[in-house]
């Protein structure tokens, strides 16, 4: 037994079995289907069966998956960064975050395809309450964060997780995934959590804090796509959280969005890795001594990179001028895109929803905003 057998991914030797055993049921079905789909069912339970570890599950199968995704809902995925990251060496990737399943995916078809160190990715445990996503969750190398514990569990469970994380990436060389805050970014804004940054620095002990996270070698990541497939389901909870009310989602939502975010249309992706943390941290350990200060301008470090490199696609400075009336970007775009975006937001909005047609829009066109802010500090 470990301490954390009830978060980890499965061990190589348990693979197999798990996944004999839902082979057969109907949501491995249909995700076997859609990853082979000119293959009969014979052909991939051959394939499950000879299977035995999580990189042969990766390699073999969900690569094919993101692959089949990539071209049924997408005009193709672009990277950079990721050239100036060694092979042999793991990597603490914190990310932006626009969708729960993608996001991790994309980043090990990168990975894999560039030979470096795949993750092993956080996943909230309200997203896996279903004992099949549970299992395809842990086949996929995700451990879990239990969000469903009690206030008075949090804290060991939030030292339980940073002690593995920190066992991940300095004992087992093994790269890992978090997104910057709890949940998807639903507005656009890309904010790192510094709560989350206190949850890592758990395992530090008595090390210094700029230390230990130099060890972690952070590689602030930029996800970006041209088209949200999940914009329209975000709306709920944005009007919610305007009007200061506690959102409550419904019983299948998570679901229903996690199948948006795969089957929906992307156009284009990008991906970009930025430079590991390092000479910005010593600049802060000489700049405070206070922890708490330095965790907030490691925060701001992260947003700074992940904000700065994040790919500004068409329709985001689409929406930008149509947010705030202006052509200060229509060299940015063609007519035609911005017909075919308008013809979005008409589908997604009723005319009349004057306050839903604002929170689209600022969904899109935040990272404009945000990147112009931080340009507008530097130059100061």
């Given at each position: 037994m470990s301490k954390f057998d009830d978060?980890?991914?499965?061990?190589?030797?348990?693979?197999?079995d798990a996944l004999q055993s839902v082979s057969k049921h109907p949501m491995m079905k249909a995700l076997m289907r859609f990853t082979f789909p000119d293959r009969d069912d014979s052909f991939w339970l051959e394939k499950l069966e000879n299977v035995h570890s999580i990189y042969d599950f990766q390699s073999k199968v969900i690569y094919q998956t993101v692959l089949q995704i990539l071209e049924k809902s997408s005009e193709g995925l672009s990277t950079s960064g990721f050239d100036k990251l060694d092979k042999n060496t793991s990597y603490l990737f914190i990310s932006n975050h626009r969708d729960i399943v993608l996001d991790t995916s994309l980043l090990n078809l990168v990975l894999f395809e560039k030979e470096l160190i795949m993750t092993s990715s956080a996943i909230g445990d309200n997203?896996?309450?279903?004992?099949?996503?549970?299992?395809?969750?842990?086949?996929?190398?995700?451990?879990?964060v239990q969000r469903s514990v009690s206030i008075r569990e949090q804290l060991s469970s939030s030292k339980t997780l940073s002690d593995y994380i920190y066992q991940l990436l300095t004992e087992e060389n093994r790269s890992v995934w978090m997104a910057q805050s709890e949940g998807r970014t639903k507005d656009g804004n890309d904010v790192t959590q510094q709560g989350m940054l206190k949850m890592l620095a758990m395992a530090a002990g008595d090390s210094s804090l700029i230390d230990f996270f130099k060890n972690l070698k952070i590689v602030p990541l930029s996800i970006s796509y041209e088209y949200d497939p999940t914009d329209a389901?975000?709306?709920?909870?944005?009007?919610?959280?305007s009007k200061n009310e506690v959102y409550v989602k419904n019983k299948n939502e998570d679901f229903k969005t996690i199948i948006?975010?795969?089957?929906?249309?992307?156009?284009?992706?990008?991906?970009?890795?930025?430079?590991?943390?390092d000479q910005e941290l010593d600049c802060i350990a000489h700049q405070f001594e206070n922890k708490n200060?330095?965790?907030?301008?490691?925060?701001?470090?992260?947003?700074?990179?992940?904000?700065?490199?994040?790919?500004?696609?068409?329709?985001?400075?689409?929406a930008y001028d149509l947010l705030y009336?202006?052509?200060?970007?229509?060299?940015?775009?063609?007519?035609?895109?911005?017909?075919?975006?308008?013809?979005?937001?008409?589908?997604?909005?009723?005319?009349?929803?004057?306050?839903?047609?604002?929170?689209?829009?600022e969904m899109y066109a935040n990272p404009i905003s945000n990147k112009m802010k931080y340009e507008q500090k530097s130059t100061v």
């Open positions: 978060i980890r991914p499965f061990y190589d030797e348990e693979v197999n997203l896996v309450g279903k004992k099949i996503l549970h299992i395809i969750a842990k086949l996929n190398r995700n451990f879990l389901l975000k709306m709920p909870q944005l009007i919610a959280k948006s975010g795969v089957l929906g249309q992307k156009r284009r992706i990008h991906l970009h890795a930025g430079k590991v943390l200060k330095q965790l907030q301008a490691i925060a701001q470090i992260i947003d700074k990179s992940i904000i700065g490199n994040y790919k500004l696609w068409p329709t985001k400075y689409i009336k202006t052509n200060q970007f229509s060299d940015r775009y063609t007519e035609e895109e911005k017909q075919l975006f308008e013809r979005r937001l008409e589908m997604r909005i009723k005319d009349s929803d004057e306050t839903l047609r604002k929170h689209f829009l």
